[in-house]
C-alpha cells in the first residue's frame, strides 16, 4: 500500500504483472493490469508528485492518508 497525503496531485503510472491495481478507489484484477492518469488533490493545491510504482505478482494499492 502506497499513501500519499490529500493536498498533492498525483501523476501516476502503475501496473501490475499479474494481481489486483487498486488506484484511489478504482480497484482491477487480472493479468498485465496497469492504470495512469492524474489525480487532483482534495484542497486545490499545487503541489504535484510523480508515482510510479510496479509489482510483479500481487496487490498494489494506492490512496490518499
Partial sequence: T???PSDV???L???VGA???DAFGNTTDGIGVTRTGTFDSEDGS???LDLSATVAVGELEV???
Avoid: K
Fill in 63 to 65: 490512496s490518499r492518508d
Fill in 13 to 15: 503510472e502503475a501496473e
Fill in 46 to 48: 499545487e503541489a504535484v
Fill in 2 to 4: 502506497i499513501e500519499v
Fill in 19 to 21: 494481481g489486483q491495481l
Fill in 9 to 11: 496531485t498525483v501523476n
